[in-house]
């Protein structure tokens, strides 16, 4: 199945819906919970903005971005 770049878009959109969501829910349990991010945790997320500053990785908007151009 081939999906047209609006089609894909429009996936992409649902997709960080979603995940802005269940970002929000794991924010409100982690709350109830009166629990702190572990320092594990910690690590791999000050690493994964590392490689996002330094241009290894890229974000959704600006895959999105890139997508809307292309369509």
């Known amino acids: 199945m ?5 089609e894909v878009l429009s ?6 819906v979603e995940i802005e969501i269940i ?3 794991v924010e409100a349990i982690e ?6 991010m ?8 000050i690493e994964a903005l590392e490689e996002y500053r330094r241009g290894e990785t890229v974000s959704l908007e ?9 369509s």
């Not at 996936?11 to 960080?16: A, P």
């Not at 709350?31 to 702190?36: K, P, R, T, W």
């Not at 572990?38 to 997320?45: C, G, P, V, W, Y």
């Open 23 to 25: 970002r929000m829910k």
């Open 11 to 16: 996936v992409l959109k649902n997709i960080r």
């Open 31 to 36: 709350n109830i919970l009166g629990e702190e």
């Open 62 to 70: 600006e895959v999105e971005k890139e997508v809307e151009a292309k």
């Open 2 to 6: 081939v999906l047209s770049l609006s």
């Open 38 to 45: 572990s320092e594990e945790d910690r690590k791999a997320l």
